[in-house]
């Protein structure tokens, strides 16, 4: 195995890590939502502080207007970390979204997307603007300090770290994993969705369908 492709294949085992951990905490996460919402028996009170995903954040959007989750507050949120210089899972679930609001047609008026750069340094406001203008009109770009990116990213139980990567630009990439969190208006979590796990048609329908049932 040449250096290289070791270290190619290093790098992808630690992607890997990266998502399953993500995996892991979300299932949690998912496991205290369930029981708090439970119907019978007595009201389960569970103190799991790290499991719990809420959106809340204090950035500044695309167009330099600093924004909390209060601001998108009665709506839904469709939610995704990455950065602009992401190789691949970025513009490839950033494209996909895009297909999702399109299917929405006007009810995605009731859903908020937000694409949150865990790459603040380079993605600054101006190349949030830009970046997210090439996906979709409706897109937020959220960028902030490293402070506010980190506190953002542990309330969503996102994880990220930087890694050298000689072949990109600046010399690092993002390891980061890919998936889209769907919160409900209070901004709790809902569930989560990878881009390469159903069509486009699928989670449009399936957004309807949790908006839906939520209003009854
Ligand atoms: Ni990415």
Redesign the pocket.
Known sequence: MTDTSRSTSLRLLRRAAWAGATALALLAGAVTVWRANAPDGPPLVVVTGEADVRSAFALTDHTGRPVTEANFAGRWQLVFF??TN??????T?LAYMASVLDLLGDRADQVAPLFITVDPARDTVPVMAEYVAAFHPRLVGLTGTEAQIAETARNFLVFYERMDEPSAPDGYL?A?A?YIYLMNPEGRFEAVFREERQPPEALAEEILMRVEKAKR
């Not at 992401?86 to 513009?91: A, L, W």
């Open positions: 990455g950065f992401c190789p691949d899972v970025c513009p679930t993002m980061h890919g």
